[in-house]
């Protein structure tokens, strides 16, 4: 007896409202801002105090994107509500091939999430605690094992604690750009720690200046990471989702430009100077062993000082609590991509069914590990990575749009060729508008973060892509090729005569004895029990036992002079064939289920060796009999533990319990013969 | 038809003749001679230059100590020649909890030799070429990687590419050797590039003078790291396999003491300066970023200098070359360890039985991972892993001596009882007396040892070891409750009525079709075809093709909501069963052969998943048609791979052939109903 399965409304019940899903779905845009204002301001720094003038238009250019992006995004919400985002976009509208080129960038992105997200986070903290500076790489890579165990675990993305930390963290933030708006109103304008250093300045040539300028934007776009994620989401919302979809779209591009804002004037207004090579500030002591604060602590330093101090800690706790969160959306966001993939035949077919806890733990364990490389091959050095970063999002955000337009494009031509539009000729008209604007903008940061950052980490992103791209199309082709070699021609006919039946007999214990039990049940032509002789004393207490117990079934002994069983089994299978025909022959094999992982390391590993051995045999079948050992019984009680990214699908996580039978009704008082 | 058996003396061709063995089961000894005199010099030179008067009576300890051990082991062959080295000694002789903490330091001591080989190794390749020093870590983990990397696939130790560099590297040490004491009696005795330095040394009190003699007999006892491994390897000798391998050993003692005499001499002449800490060498420039060279790189400059300077770089290269065998050493060595622990039921009987590649594999890596973990965390700094080397080692001397002196005496008791004794009393008396001086030796060492390198890293090994203790522990005592619990009892009775067959169907396709006619010629009582419909077009389309095709099993559709097959047919199974009673349900699915590692991936996950939940049910057995895929031909003709560790256990590595069958006996020209 299963669960019931779950009413339509407790379905309901399970989607989410407006009020989670912006925590779950925005804790990576949001807490880019930890790091956008940051990048950018660094960069500007290179030139020298005097480029930070140019602060606010860079700033500027980096909220027209952000805006356009999620103007974009809301028409793509729209057009394609079943999730796939750019994904789908560009393999509905582009093809194939871009549409894996998406895929891959958006792979590389989700392990450069965790890195970056984590990178962040550890420096947030290393800021509030300076003297934790020598631990950053442990720190960095403590917190991926921590994600990765939590996640191989299982834990509902919907619970109140992670919305916490992301209504804390727009809160803290916003409340310390009120304060500091307001202290310099009133002429107590907040001052930063390092504001009293000078800058040691390069010298640019005026092309150097321009490109140092795109430099900067390059890094400021960083905060745009993550705007995808409510796209992908969508089936995870409540009826009407895609209306909820849009909405919380808005708000969280709302949000996250109004935090970006406030941040980088907070940043200029308290002079914050902020350098790559923390020994350029002229000034700072003990520049190789102090770590250089982040942008976020010395503004909430500047501001939160003396009676509110306790504020600066709740930000900066706030501040690494979102990273993390962003973080952990790595995780439960690859899965939706791969059961995209997979639906496609671009990967495994595995990853798109539900709940192969396997798989999904593979995958939590690759994401982990990737993100841990990184991290340790940049020593969590958070500028580095944000360099590899960047481009894969505005691969798929330039793709996806350029997808978009098409898409408009063509519902237009189908309009006017007299199909009936769903939407008004003038809103698609609009979409396209925006689509296209966006599609330019976002091919225009990608080709200038392409070009600024390529030297400076960036042409990893364009080694890895194309390996994964190379992957998922052979993937692909080989599924295809499969395929033609299942499909059923006319010239396929089967027709086997003859059927008996093999029981391997190792030692005689209980699992032993239910397989002959079942395979006498099943009423074999013929029957025979074959042990396989390795050990001369274990074969004589065999054929003791077998007398004693009184068993009908005969007992053919086959000599293994090699400690081997499959080859003499094999030989001995086919010797038969060869004088009944082609018979069909059954071997019945235990097989042990047990109830904690673990144990699957102690069990089974002999039995499917000789398994894998005997299948390539002709006419061989193997029948499975389980033997439930006593840890199985977890197996019955356990309930469903929910899996990464299930509720990103909408998928209701279902108890689903597997009530224990009654006793054996199998075994009964007389003995079989 | 499998490649035939090898006859008896082909069989014996496999075996090792004695040439072959010494530079396998020599290289680890020998190699150690590369770091053994230099950790010795090393601390040494800690307490200044006048130290090194000392030199020769600390190296004539640690010749002792190898003279002992080598005498010791020479009877532990005699009296266990079956190759379970300390580990069976004191399991046999001391107890299980004895037994098992042997086996911790072992396994802790492979993954040791293969970072403190492989460390060693790229310090003498850094002597040579000092630019590469950058990448010392780097050059590490690279080793590393294709140490596993060759170990997966498989390579034969036998093979002649590993008995040169040890024989290489033996007589270029030997050449360096003498011509340096030629060159010395004939008054140009060389100097070493160090010797002009002085030493910043530390003060001692006498007491800690006295420690520091300690500490440098302990760092040098590290060249005896290996002498066990001829022991462990009794088995691959050729017959007479005692006698043999007793010479082997006495040979690699005698070599081993030679070079580590002639090493440790040449030094002390030629007047080499090593020190811990480079920057302590006054006059050395740039010590922080030059790397200090090997003592054997220095000695060889020393002595090959001019016109025979390409004899230099052949000992450095000899000199990798046999730390990287050494290296290889452990992973031909840890399967054998694993193998006796399994037969006795401390670890996954997977490893007892020959030829599970798989399992081979995963330690392959988990051998690679610890070493590589090890190296980055310790920088490839060879003393620093050295300072855990040592520990392991000499608890398995010291417990297996203390084994053997209890089998003496238990011998020597049963003698005098008046059983027939195959040695004579003088002989066991002598035996008894080496193994009785050789524990207290060991254990003296032991001591020394820990106390002198626990607060420098051995700590490590004291909390690795008690974890792997319990693990192996809690593996025997879980094999134990299953054995009990499997066993045959009066009250175990079977007895199943009905036989019913299920044809699980998703797709028409051939391996349907396939487990279909098997599932016909096994002449269930009753059979018909279930299919889960998550897809109304595909159940339609199957629907359609399976009139077509004029099956006359019938076809049942289970209608699943939730995109979910394994539940909506455990519920159908269950109903089933409480109307016919306690039948024997066969569910037969398709099961996919395929040729290649990666195809797995791709294949047969979802098939398990369901597998797995459908053994939950009473009554059920699974029974597996096998399809092989095309890709399949390759397992046909695939020769055998040496797996590692075979030729160590004296196993054949037999060419095991299954040549392909002939067309499909099952085809015939009439379409079954």
Same mark, same amino acid.
């Given at each position: 007896?299963?669960?019931?399965?779950?009413?339509?409304?407790?379905?309901? +019940?399970?989607?989410?409202?407006?009020?989670?899903?912006?925590?779950?779905?925005?804790?990576?845009?949001?807490?880019?801002?930890?790091?956008?204002?940051?990048?950018?301001?660094?960069?500007?720094?290179? +030139?020298?105090?005097?480029?930070?003038?140019?602060?606010?238009?860079?700033?500027?250019?980096?909220? &027209?994107?952000?805006?356009?992006?999620?103007?974009?995004?809301?028409?793509?919400?729209?057009?394609?509500?079943?999730?796939?985002?750019?994904?789908?976009?560009?393999?509905?509208?582009?093809?194939?091939?871009?549409?894996?080129?998406?895929?891959?960038?958006?792979?590389?992105?989700?392990?450069?999430?965790?890195?970056?997200?984590?990178?962040?986070?550890?420096?947030?903290?290393?800021?509030?605690?300076?003297?934790?500076?020598?631990?950053?790489?442990?720190?960095?890579?403590?917190?991926?094992?921590?994600?990765?165990?939590?996640?191989?675990?299982?834990?509902?993305?919907?619970?109140?604690?992670?919305?916490?930390?992301?209504?804390?963290?727009?809160?803290?933030?916003?409340?310390?750009?009120?304060?500091?708006?307001?202290? $310099?109103?009133?002429?107590?304008?907040?001052?930063?720690?390092?504001?009293?250093?000078?800058?040691?300045?390069?010298?640019?040539?005026? &092309?150097?200046?321009?490109?140092?300028?795109?430099?900067?934007?390059?890094?400021?776009?960083?905060?745009?990471?993550?705007?995808?994620?409510?796209?992908?989401?969508?089936?995870?919302?409540?009826?009407? =989702?895609?209306?909820?979809?849009?909405?919380?779209?808005?708000?969280?591009?709302?949000?996250?430009?109004? @935090?970006?804002?406030?941040?980088?004037?907070?940043?200029?207004?308290?002079?914050?100077?902020?350098?790559?090579?923390?020994?350029?500030?002229?000034? $700072?002591?003990?520049?190789?062993?102090?770590?250089?604060?982040?942008?976020?602590?010395?503004?909430?330093?500047?501001?939160?000082? +003396?009676?509110?101090?306790? @504020?600066?800690?709740?930000?900066?706790?706030?501040?690494?609590?979102?990273?993390?969160?962003?973080?952990?959306?790595?995780?439960? *966001?690859?899965?939706?991509?791969?059961?995209?993939?997979?639906?496609?035949?671009?990967?495994? =077919?595995?990853?798109?069914?539900?709940?192969?806890?396997?798989?999904?733990?593979?995958?939590?364990?690759?994401?982990?590990?990737?993100?841990?490389?990184?991290?340790?091959?940049?020593?969590?050095?958070?500028?580095?990575?944000?360099?590899?970063?960047?481009?894969?999002?505005?691969?798929?955000?330039?793709?996806?749009?350029?997808?978009?337009?098409?898409?408009?494009?063509?519902?237009?031509?189908?309009?006017?060729?007299?199909?009936?539009?769903?939407?008004?000729?003038?809103?698609?008209?609009?979409?396209?508008?925006?689509?296209?604007?966006?599609?330019?903008?976002?091919?225009?940061?990608?080709?200038?973060?392409?070009?600024?950052?390529?030297?400076?980490?960036?042409?990893?992103?364009?080694?890895?892509?194309?390996?994964?791209?190379?992957?998922?199309?052979?993937?692909?082709?080989?599924?295809?090729?499969?395929?033609?070699?299942?499909?059923?021609?006319?010239?396929?006919?089967?027709?086997?005569?003859?059927?008996?039946?093999?029981?391997?007999?190792?030692?005689?214990?209980?699992?032993?004895?239910?397989?002959?039990?079942?395979?006498?049940?099943?009423?074999?032509?013929?029957?025979?029990?074959?042990?396989?002789?390795?050990?001369?004393?274990?074969?004589?207490?065999?054929?003791?036992?077998?007398?004693?117990?009184?068993?009908?079934?005969?007992?053919?002994?086959?000599?293994?002079?090699?400690?081997?069983?499959?080859?003499?089994?094999?030989?001995?299978?086919?010797?038969?064939?060869?004088?009944? *025909?082609?018979?069909?022959?059954?071997?019945?094999?235990?097989?042990?289920?047990?109830?904690?992982?673990?144990?699957?390391? @102690?069990?089974?590993?002999?039995?499917?060796?000789?398994?894998? =051995?005997?299948?390539?045999?002709?006419?061989?079948?193997?029948?499975?009999?389980?033997?439930?050992?006593?840890?199985?019984?977890?197996?019955?009680?356990?309930?469903?533990?929910?899996?990464?990214?299930?509720?990103?699908?909408?998928?209701?996580?279902?108890?689903?319990?597997?009530?224990?039978?009654?006793?054996?009704?199998?075994?009964?008082?007389?003995?079989?013969?």
């Amino acid at each position: 007896m299963i669960g019931e399965p779950l009413s339509s409304d407790k379905l309901e +019940g399970q989607l989410l409202p407006k009020h989670l899903a912006l925590p779950i779905f925005a804790s990576d845009a949001l807490s880019s801002v930890a790091y956008g204002p940051q990048e950018l301001l660094m960069i500007l720094t290179l +030139g020298g105090l005097s480029f930070l003038t140019f602060a606010p238009w860079v700033a500027a250019a980096v909220v &027209v994107v952000l805006v356009t992006v999620v103007a974009s995004y809301r028409q793509l919400i729209k057009a394609y509500p079943s999730g796939g985002g750019d994904f789908e976009v560009a393999h509905k509208n582009l093809g194939e091939k871009a549409g894996l080129i998406v895929a891959s960038a958006l792979l590389i992105d989700y392990i450069l999430t965790v890195a970056v997200s984590v990178a962040s986070g550890v420096d947030n903290i290393i800021s509030a605690f300076p003297v934790l500076n020598t631990w950053r790489v442990e720190m960095a890579i403590g917190f991926i094992i921590l994600l990765a165990a939590v996640n191989l675990r299982g834990v509902r993305e919907s619970s109140k604690a992670f919305a916490l930390p992301t209504y804390l963290f727009i809160a803290s933030v916003l409340v310390m750009i009120v304060v500091g708006i307001i202290r $310099m109103a009133l002429g107590d304008a907040p001052v930063a720690e390092s504001a009293q250093y000078a800058v040691k300045a390069e010298q640019f040539t005026q &092309v150097g200046m321009v490109l140092l300028l795109l430099r900067a934007f390059a890094s400021g776009c960083s905060a745009l990471t993550g705007v995808e994620a409510v796209a992908n989401g969508v089936p995870a919302f409540r009826i009407p =989702k895609i209306q909820n979809a849009k909405r919380t779209l808005l708000l969280m591009g709302g949000i996250a430009i109004t @935090l970006f804002i406030g941040v980088t004037t907070l940043a200029l207004i308290s002079g914050v100077h902020y350098a790559e090579d923390p020994c350029n500030l002229i000034g $700072m002591a003990d520049c190789a062993t102090q770590p250089q604060r982040s942008v976020m602590a010395q503004l909430a330093a500047a501001v939160f000082g +003396g009676d509110t101090q306790i @504020l600066f800690y709740v930000l900066q706790g706030a501040t690494a609590a979102v990273l993390l969160l962003a973080a952990n959306t790595a995780f439960n *966001g690859f899965p939706l991509l791969g059961s995209v993939l997979a639906r496609d035949g671009y990967a495994p =077919k595995s990853l798109s069914t539900r709940g192969d806890r396997l798989v999904y733990s593979n995958g939590v364990l690759v994401l982990g590990l990737g993100a841990g490389i990184l991290l340790v091959v940049y020593q969590a050095n958070l500028t580095a990575l944000i360099q590899l970063y960047i481009i894969g999002v505005f691969v798929s955000f330039t793709f996806g749009q350029t997808g978009m337009v098409r898409h408009w494009l063509r519902t237009l031509r189908e309009g006017a060729g007299g199909a009936p539009m769903t939407m008004k000729r003038s809103q698609i008209i609009r979409s396209l508008s925006i689509n296209t604007f966006g599609a330019l903008l976002t091919a225009t940061v990608l080709v200038v973060v392409t070009v600024t950052k390529f030297t400076h980490g960036a042409w990893l992103v364009f080694v890895i892509g194309p390996i994964l791209f190379v992957l998922m199309l052979g993937v692909n082709r080989y599924y295809g090729k499969v395929e033609r070699d299942l499909t059923v021609d006319d010239i396929t006919v089967f027709g086997s005569n003859g059927d008996h039946a093999i029981v391997l007999v190792g030692r005689l214990q209980k699992p032993t004895l239910k397989a002959l039990d079942y395979a006498i049940a099943a009423r074999h032509v013929s029957i025979e029990a074959v042990h396989c002789s390795i050990d001369d004393d274990q074969t004589a207490l065999l054929r003791k036992q077998w007398k004693k117990m009184k068993i009908e079934v005969p007992l053919r002994v086959i000599q293994s002079p090699y400690r081997d069983i499959s080859f003499p089994l094999i030989k001995y299978i086919k010797k038969r064939r060869e004088s009944h *025909g082609s018979e069909v022959v059954t071997v019945y094999m235990p097989q042990f289920i047990v109830g904690h992982w673990w144990e699957n390391l @102690l069990h089974n590993h002999k039995a499917r060796r000789i398994r894998h =051995k005997l299948m390539l045999c002709h006419g061989v079948t193997i029948a499975l009999v389980p033997w439930l050992l006593d840890s199985s019984k977890v197996l019955y009680s356990r309930p469903g533990r929910p899996l990464p990214g299930q509720e990103r699908r909408g998928e209701p996580v279902r108890r689903a319990v597997i009530r224990k039978p009654l006793p054996p009704a199998g075994m009964s008082s007389t003995r079989r013969r």
